[in-house]
């Protein structure tokens, strides 16, 4: 998947068409406020860059942005608003709870929706036809972070702690799987409220345990807690395993007393070698002042798959190139 993204990027600044081509409406459903926030503002960034990339080669964007605050019920509001909007097409949202409500009334509205970066495995396999998603699902954060780990050592067991949300669950439940299919025990299976101020009775659980592996699912403020409360208790597995999200960002690894030597997995790196990650990657830290997350380079790609598909030229109304849409990026990158 790191990969793919990375050759996309390449491949999409040599695709944008030549100057005065056209105008696109498209709808933006983030984290802008709330919890999820800090990683939602690299999604936020990395869609600005998009547009502003677009603008230099006649593509002009017009971005309807809506604040889903991390919560689902505001999202589905959100894309109630877009639809009067009459936006032809819509990037995200970023949580899996929230992508995963907005889905169906995306499929309902027939507003093609390509999620950036949300992992929940049921978003893209409940037969929806407007829905697809750039990014890699939840089986695949967790398959790789096993296989790492067993590629490293010879762990006979494993715990489970991760947040009790759509994202949580379905990663977990995809790591727990394939652990089971590895041969490895499970001998702990932690579901938490995301956002609690203590985690130390689960941690404790958890190190009574004793697992060779821990396996954690969280976003960013309950991932920076969990792993502080872990080194505090003196839990000592022979690898902790972060599970993307806030185990990928800058906040998580600028924590240097306790994220050092946390394996997580992650869409994208700004130091693979790929064909245009290096050049995005010191673009967005010139502009931002900060190091690109996967969720950046993912909402980067998600809008200018979308522009470059609507600037396409059709002498067709709106909702009927809605359709077109469909059938242009299912060769991009079909559903997961």
């Not at 639809?83 to 309902?108: D, R, W």
Request: glycine residues 6%; positive net charge; charged residues 15%.
């Amino acid at each position: 998947m790191v990969k793919k993204l990375s050759t996309l990027l390449a491949a999409l600044a040599l695709a944008v068409p030549g100057p005065g081509r056209a105008q696109v409406k498209i709808g933006f459903i983030n984290s802008i406020t709330g919890p999820e926030a800090p990683i939602g503002e690299n999604l936020t960034n990395g869609v600005d860059m998009a547009v502003e990339d677009l603008k230099k080669n006649g593509i002009a964007v017009t971005v309807v942005k809506q604040d889903d605050t991390g919560k689902p019920q505001v999202a589905m509001s959100a894309l109630e608003t877009l639809e009067a909007e009459q936006v032809a097409v819509l990037v995200g949202p970023y949580t899996s709870a929230n992508a995963n409500a907005v889905a169906k009334l995306a499929e309902q509205y027939k507003i093609p929706q390509v999620v950036p970066a949300a992992a929940k495995e049921e978003i893209t396999k409940q037969g929806y036809k407007y829905v697809f998603r750039l990014n890699a699902p939840a089986h695949q954060y967790a398959q790789s972070l096993l296989d790492a780990a067993l590629s490293f050592g010879k762990p006979k067991s494993i715990a489970f702690i991760y947040e009790s949300t759509d994202f949580g669950n379905s990663v977990a439940a995809a790591g727990k799987a394939y652990a089971q299919a590895k041969g490895l025990q499970i001998v702990g299976d932690e579901a938490y409220q995301k956002g609690a101020p203590d985690y130390r009775s689960t941690l404790t659980k958890v190190k009574a345990a004793n697992p060779d592996l821990v396996f954690m699912v969280s976003y960013v403020a309950d991932a920076i807690l969990l792993t502080r409360q872990s080194r505090e208790l003196g839990l000592q597995p022979q690898a902790f395993l972060g599970a993307g999200a806030g185990f990928a960002t800058e906040a998580f690894a600028k924590e240097t007393d306790i994220s050092n030597n946390i394996f997580s997995s992650t869409q994208w790196t700004p130091t693979v070698a790929w064909p245009g990650a290096k050049e995005f990657a010191t673009r967005y830290q010139t502009r931002f002042g900060k190091v690109p997350t996967y969720h950046a380079a993912c909402a980067y790609a998600a809008m200018m798959i979308m522009a470059l598909l609507m600037a396409q030229p059709a002498p067709m109304p709106v909702r009927v190139s809605r359709n077109s849409y469909l059938s242009c990026f299912w060769m991009v990158s079909s559903p997961c």
